[in-house]
């Protein structure tokens, strides 16, 4: 499952801040690009819904069928 939420709406936790990403030269992807990266991963069982321009949700259907008595 894949969320992205716009910093307006939704502010991630320090926890997710990772030091080793400020000495990356390499640049953040862009929203869209994580998010057509995702789907072009799984393009065969993956579901996205956008809600404008505040959160963008991607989940890929598990591959396996599990018992509806699996917990």
């Known amino acids: 499952m894949l ?10 936790p ?6 080793a990403s ?4 390499k640049q953040p992807k862009l929203p869209e690009e994580t998010l057509n990266s995702f789907l072009s991963r799984y393009p ?21 069928s599990f018992s509806i008595h699996q917990r």
């Open 22 to 25: 400020e000495k990356c030269s």
């Open 3 to 12: 969320a992205i939420f716009h910093e307006a709406f939704a502010h991630p």
């Open 44 to 64: 065969l069982n993956t579901f996205s819904m956008s809600f404008g321009k505040a959160a963008v949700l991607a989940y890929v259907r598990p591959s396996a």
């Open 14 to 19: 320090e926890e997710l801040h990772s030091p």
